[in-house]
């Protein structure tokens, strides 16, 4: 090979010397020749030859937490010179994770993807699992090269990322030592807390617990859905509870043996559940001196409201098969919501400035001495804070909890509180919030509208709320006219069969919401051309049709209309003359003689919320629901103060007390209390 080129060096020089030149410039000019041949046929190659190649990459986070939302951004680049025919990117989202479609997406890049054309996509997902675990995502592309149909694959994509962090509390509640009677079946109750800190609400969790061999279960809050398995439909964010878990040991049961339990969290995904967190716990039996249990308001599990006066019964007895002397009974009450100044015990010592109650033989002969067998009480008072305000989020999932302590050994009650709730109903002719402007005047006058702001303030200060109705109804000759609320969803309910049908031709939930004039053609003009009839018969004749255009006779019949009402429609805009245009006004006037044409019976308000977070009210403003009303005072009211709206109730189910909660407040009449522009008078005039 290397002889040839030799040969084939020598004859490109010997040419060159014949054309004259020496024998150095000979060899550099068939160097560069060379080269160019080189360079040319690289060229050919490059360029002119076809050569298909497609870059293709995924980036994203190297870690996430579980429950993030991340992102991940797909680059894939024509870097050949063929263009690409009907190119798919396929993207595979990695194992147990939630994308915003579906788990495999296909994606079509348009008809072609030149030589040097770049495509740059984005998807997102949440990654679930347990800490230290991997997840991976996968992306390819499909397409067809020139105008070979066959489809073919490039090279596949690969991006990983590390499940950094459970972002959930998961606690096993389990003593280090666990009280046992040989001699009778034993209760034991336990509690797995959760609480979470993913900043949005996930769904579809499920708790597992594994029991110890011997341990029967007995019962739960809330209730097990499938064997040792509890379903958790949702979870908010700073969103926790508690699942409380009552069963025995048999009669018998070994003293210092160890048991074990464990629980795990997973989440169902796509049918499958996914472990995310695993806790355990090891507790060893002992043989106790005493059992102990406790009522409170003559029950034994009991969910106190704030505010509410609590009777306490301690009960203790003397399992052991010999007399005690000389006992004194402790119990420490902990927990912000107890008024510690209520306390009331006639029989105990209750140092002030403290949280115990001591109780000793001198008043309770059962701790001067307690026979084998025998059991005795001690009891008390105490009352919940009325209006205890959490100063942040560690304190929501309300409970009181009380350690009982006689000789050494220590049990403990807890309570679950109820949530306090609070409904509040205000009402402004002059609306201090603006929400709305109240056209008319106050005191209302017969026969005249006058509209009203009616505000609801909702607050709930520790737990969890779901469900939530608030709901009151407005008497007759009040008429609903349009909401703002904060959240949730409001509905307005009129009996079907208590309507009067003024206008049975015009639909019920017919609103009047565009401008209407001259030369327009619609059912809206009709509507309005029935109206009219009614109202400027003068104007608008019996015997003329009503054809939804809106000419000369609907022209003169809205003026007639807008002089009619001239102060509510012309003066409130400054107009001398009407216009004949159905303006912001005019409609406004036309849909009150709707509505008011319409219930004979009262109609329910009703405000609806899915989930209310702890805090509403106290760690952040309440939540508002306003409202505008229409009132038209009849004769028989004049002189007399008129109801606006009647009581107001609210509903609702408490997620940590499994309880239903509610509150109220008064109605709201023609007096308007909140309202410090206007008179306190309030007569019908």
């Known amino acids: 090979m290397i002889e040839t080129i030799k040969e084939k060096l020598k004859s490109a020089i010997s040419f060159f010397k014949t054309r004259e030149f020496s024998e150095r410039s000979a060899l550099l000019t068939t160097i560069l020749a060379f080269v160019l041949i080189l360079v040319v046929f690289f060229l050919i190659i490059r360029v002119v030859l076809p050569r298909t190649k497609v870059e293709i990459n995924i980036s994203g986070p190297e870690t996430a937490k579980v429950g993030e939302e991340i992102t991940y951004t797909v680059t894939c680049k ?31 890049l348009g008809e072609s993807l030149y030589p040097n054309e770049e495509k740059v996509l984005n998807f997102k997902a949440q990654l679930f699992g347990t800490e230290g675990e991997r997840r991976e995502a996968k992306t390819w592309l499909n397409y067809s090269k020139g105008k070979q149909p066959a489809i073919k694959m490039s090279k596949v994509a690969n991006f990983s990322s590390l499940i950094s962090e459970v972002p959930i509390d998961f606690i096993l509640d389990i003593p280090k030592k666990i009280p046992i009677s040989p001699k009778t079946e034993t209760e034991f109750i336990f509690r797995l807390r959760y609480f979470s800190l993913i900043d949005h609400t996930i769904s579809n969790l499920k708790l597992s617990i594994n029991f110890p061999f011997d341990f029967t279960f007995k019962e739960s809050m809330p209730p097990k859905t499938e064997e040792q398995k509890w379903e958790i439909p949702k979870l908010e964010y700073l969103g926790g509870k508690e699942a409380e878990i009552t069963g025995s040991f048999p009669q018998g049961q070994e003293i210092g043996k160890e048991l074990d339990f464990s629980a795990q969290l997973f989440i ?3 049918g499958q559940d996914v472990l995310l967190k695993e806790v355990s716990a090891r507790s ?45 009974l402790t119990t420490v009450l902990e927990g912000n919501l107890y008024d510690l100044s209520t306390i009331e015990t006639p029989l105990g010592e209750f140092p002030k400035g403290g949280n115990s109650i001591s109780w000793n033989g001198e008043k309770i002969p059962q701790l001067r001495y307690l026979t084998p067998g025998e059991e005795g009480k001690v009891e008390f008072w105490v009352q919940l804070k009325e209006d205890f305000k959490p100063k942040d989020l560690t304190e929501t999932n ?15 009650f807890r309570n679950r509180v109820n949530s306090q709730i609070k409904i509040s109903q205000e009402g402004y002719f002059k609306d201090k919030y603006g929400f709305f402007e109240n056209p008319g005047q106050h005191p209302p006058q017969v026969n005249e509208t006058t509209n009203y702001t009616i505000v609801w303030k909702l607050e709930n200060y520790y737990n969890w709320i779901e469900n939530a109705i608030i709901k009151a109804t407005l008497p007759s000759g009040v008429y609903f006219r349009s909401v703002k609320p904060t959240h949730g969803e409001m509905k ?34 009709r509507y309005l051309q029935i109206i009219l009839k009614r109202e400027v018969p003068y104007w608008y004749p019996a015997n003329v049709p009503t054809t939804g255009y809106f000419g000369r006779t609907t022209l003169a019949a809205v003026k007639g209309f807008q002089e009619k009402y ?22 406004l006037k036309l849909n009150e003689l709707l509505i008011k044409g319409m219930p004979l019976g009262p109609t329910e308000v009703i405000w609806e919320i899915e989930n209310i977070n702890p805090g509403v009210g106290v760690l952040e403003d309440p939540w508002i629901a306003a409202f505008q009303i229409a009132f038209v005072p009849d004769l028989i009211q004049r ?22 909660v509610s509150s109220s407040d008064e109605p709201i009449d ?15 005039r």
């Open 566 to 587: 001239r102060k509510e429609i012309l003066e409130s805009q400054n107009l001398e003359n009407p216009t004949g245009y159905v303006d912001e006004v005019t409609r």
């Open 670 to 684: 023609t007096t308007l209390p909140d309202d410090l522009t206007v008179e306190k008078v309030g007569k019908i």
């Open 639 to 660: 002189g007399k103060i008129a109801t606006l709206i009647n009581e107001v109730i609210f509903s609702a189910k408490d997620q940590w007390t499994e309880m239903i």
């Open 492 to 525: 307005v309910i009129t009996d079907p069969l208590q309507m009067k049908g003024s206008y049975p031709e015009i639909p019920t939930t017919f609103r009047f919401e565009k401008p209407l004039y001259e030369g327009l053609s619609s059912e809206e003009v």
């Open 268 to 270: 169902n995904l796509n």
């Open 398 to 412: 309300a409970l009181i909890k009380n350690r009982v302590i006689l000789a050494g050994f220590e049990a403990e």
């Open 78 to 108: 024509n870097t050949g010179n063929v263009v690409l025919k009907n190119p798919e990117l396929v993207f595979n989202y990695p194992s147990f994770s939630l994308p915003e479609k579906s788990l495999i997406e296909t994606i079509i």
């Open 284 to 328: 060893v039996t002992y043989e106790p001196n005493f059992l102990f249990s406790q009522k409170i308001n003559n029950q034994e599990k009991y969910f106190p409201y704030s505010g509410e006066r609590l009777y306490y019964e301690i009960y203790f007895k003397n399992i052991q098969d010999k007399p005690l002397r000389d006992l004194v």
